[in-house]
C-alpha cells in the first residue's frame, strides 16, 4: 500500500501520515563580531558610476516633466487671454455702435432743442482743423481778440 493510500485509510487505523523524510532545523548562533569587511575599490567605484547615472536620468526626467507642465500652463494662459481678448473685441464693438448712436445728428439737434439751444449764428462757429498746418508742424501760441456773442 502506498503512503497516500494510507493517509486516506479510514479512521480506525490510526498511523501516521508522512511522505518523506521529516526536515529538522537546528540553530547555530554565529559571531560576526570579529569579522572585517574588507573594501572592494572596484565596487565602490561601480556604485558611483551607477549613482551618478541614476541621479542623470532623474534629472533628465524631472527637466522633461518640468517642460511638459509649463507647456500644458503656458496653454492655459494663452487661452484665457485669447476669452480676455475676444470679450473686449465685443466690448469694444458695442462702445463703437453707441458712439455712432450718440453722434447721429438728427439725435443731438433733438436733445439740443429739448434743452433750449438754438443753431449757431454767423460768426460763432470757429473751425480748428484750418489752424493746423497739415505737415504737424508745432504751431506759436497767438493771442487774437475775443468777441462775444450773446444769442436769446
Not at 26 to 41: G, Q, T, W, Y
Not at 68 to 76: L, P, S, T, V
Not at 105 to 121: F, N, T
Not at 124 to 138: E, K, S
Request: charged share 25%.
Amino acid at each position: 500500500m502506498s503512503a497516500a493510500a494510507t493517509c486516506a485509510a479510514p479512521a480506525r487505523r490510526r498511523r501516521p501520515c508522512w511522505t518523506g523524510t521529516p526536515e529538522i532545523y537546528f540553530a547555530k548562533p554565529i559571531d560576526n563580531s570579529r569579522m572585517v569587511k574588507l573594501e572592494d575599490p572596484r565596487r565602490s567605484r561601480e556604485m558611483r558610476q551607477f549613482g551618478v547615472a541614476l541621479g542623470c536620468l532623474f534629472l533628465l526626467v524631472m527637466v522633461f516633466a518640468w517642460q511638459h507642465y509649463k507647456a500644458i500652463e503656458y496653454g492655459y494662459q494663452i487661452e484665457g487671454l485669447k476669452a480676455q481678448r475676444n470679450g473686449m473685441i465685443e466690448i469694444n464693438r458695442a462702445l463703437h455702435l453707441e458712439e455712432a448712436s450718440l453722434r447721429d445728428p438728427s439725435r443731438v439737434d433733438i436733445w439740443a432743442r429739448e434743452h433750449g439751444l438754438q443753431p449757431p449764428q454767423a460768426g460763432q462757429i470757429i473751425r480748428m482743423d484750418t489752424v493746423l498746418p497739415d505737415n504737424g508742424a508745432p504751431v506759436m501760441a497767438s493771442m487774437a481778440p475775443v468777441s462775444v456773442v450773446s444769442v436769446r
